[in-house]
């Protein structure tokens, strides 16, 4: 083994990377950039979850255990009356809220029994198991009453007490795994037909550059179309992801992200001149949405600079659509579908238009 040899194959490659100045920040940037949005997110001061206190009790121990409530460190909870608690409940802007009965301290001292009514919105489980913790931790608060005994009555809005993980990620995991590897596809598939001379050769036959970009567009569609449905029957049939919602809404959805994917897929492939190069988008297009859409951490959590950030992404409201269609039951007619529909198929729509003006340009 020659020793000059494997040098010399050393340096021809380093020297490569030198010339690539894509592959060098994708290198030693892009790990800095998903770190450091990582550990903001992890350390950023982000919100605790929001409850509400709703004290009917007549008797000095639910004022106690109110007061423990708001100091408490797990939670952000704030009094307020019952039919308020209720209505900000529904509208999503609170994970949850304790009734405290009129009867609270005479079932302390006479039962001996603790039982306040805890309301969850239930859809994020993280958030739940909050409320119910900083619940349970302040009838600490009641120690030097002996032999109480603790049974809250749980009711959940939506999801229920069999509502786990895989029920909360899958919804948002059935529309990003199309939406990824439709357009990782798209990406390395449609660069490697420019690269092996097919759109050239496309130009020279009689077929016209409307017609050429259609039909581009359309293949990559019908194929992505197709996952998008065995993902969904996957996901329902062999997995058992919690579904509440219309099976055909959670379609479009996907569909209109399978379309979003390819055509950003074909947009992006243009300003790549390998395979390797149009991978590099992964980590700068891809996985800095997977962290901000509220796929992993819920965007109430998020710092606020970065919740702001959040609201500008579309696939933030593609998994907020599939959420609300899949864990709420949610049709048409709520507001809040109605603007998940209209912001991915807007996206959609604005990467049509991309990839179709940069396709012409290329191949003209």
Same mark, same amino acid.
């Given at each position: ?49 929001? =409850? ?8 000095? !121990? ?56 805890? &309301?969850?919105?239930?859809?994020? *489980?993280? !958030? ?103 993902? !969904? ?8 992801? &919690? ?9 479009? =959805? ?48 998020? *710092?606020?600079?970065?919740?702001? !950030?959040?609201?500008?992404? *579309? ?10 269609? =899949? ?38």
């Amino acid at each position: 083994m020659s020793r000059r040899r494997v040098a010399a194959i050393t340096r021809r490659l380093l020297q490569q990377f030198r010339r690539d100045r894509r592959t060098l920040a994708l290198l030693f940037l892009a790990p800095l950039l998903i770190l450091g949005l990582l550990g903001y997110l992890l350390r950023g001061g982000g919100g605790v979850p929001s =409850m509400a206190i709703v004290n009917l009790d007549a008797g000095p !121990l639910g004022g106690v255990v109110a007061s423990e409530l708001e100091q408490s460190a797990t939670v952000s909870a704030t009094r307020m009356s019952q039919a308020d608690a209720q209505a900000k409940l529904r509208s999503g802007d609170l994970a949850g809220y304790v009734l405290l009965p009129a009867d609270f301290s005479t079932q302390i001292q006479q039962a001996r029994l603790v039982a306040p009514e805890v &309301h969850l919105e239930g859809s994020q *489980p993280g !958030l739940s198991g909050s409320i119910l913790q900083a619940v349970s931790q302040s009838f600490t608060a009641l120690a030097g009453t002996a032999g109480v005994r603790f049974t809250p009555r749980v009711t959940y809005l939506y999801g229920g007490p069999s509502f786990d993980t895989l029920d909360y990620f899958g919804a948002a995991f059935i529309g990003l795994v199309v939406f990824f590897l439709v357009f990782v596809i798209t990406a390395v598939s449609f660069l490697r037909e420019r690269l092996q001379g097919t759109l050239e050769r496309l130009m020279a036959s009689p077929l016209r550059r409307p017609e050429i970009v259609l039909g581009y567009m359309l293949g990559f569609t019908v194929l992505a179309l197709i996952q998008a449905a065995e993902v !969904l029957l996957f996901s329902l049939i062999v997995l058992h992801v &919690h579904n509440s919602g219309n099976v055909a809404l959670i379609f479009v =959805m996907e569909a209109l992200m399978a379309i979003a994917a390819v055509n950003l897929g074909i947009f992006l492939s243009m300003f790549a001149r390998s395979e390797f190069q149009a991978v590099q988008f992964i980590p700068l297009v891809i996985v800095p949405q997977v962290l901000l859409a509220g796929i992993i951490f819920p965007l109430s959590t998020e *710092p606020g600079p970065l919740q702001v !950030l959040s609201r500008v992404l *579309p696939l933030t409201y593609a998994v907020e659509g599939m959420r609300n269609i =899949m864990i709420k039951g949610a049709d048409l007619g709520w507001s809040s579908l109605q603007l998940d529909f209209g912001v991915v198929l807007g996206f959609g729509v604005l990467v049509i238009l991309a990839g179709a003006t940069t396709l012409r340009r290329r191949i003209a």
